[in-house]
């Protein structure tokens, strides 16, 4: 459903864009970023920065390791 394409926008906005959370939850179409961070928290168990930190290690990761 409509869900997942959110879902898929959320992950990439997180990932490719320097936006921040209150921007990515008004580009969702989110009320403000509470309802945002819940709905994110829902789908992956863990909060937007949280997230995309993680996200920023691993491909800091990979990077290194396409590197060497």
């Excluded at 959110?6 to 989110?30: C, M, P, Q, V, W």
């Excluded at 863990?46 to 691993?58: G, N």
């Amino acid at each position: 459903g409509s869900e997942m394409c959110i879902r898929d926008r959320a992950y990439s906005y997180l990932k490719h864009t320097e936006l921040n959370i209150e921007e990515i939850a008004y580009l969702l179409g989110f009320s403000d970023r509470g309802t945002f961070s819940r709905a994110f928290k829902s789908w992956t168990g863990k909060r937007p920065t949280e997230w995309r930190s993680e996200q920023v290690k691993l491909l800091g990761e990979q990077e290194e390791a396409a590197s060497e």
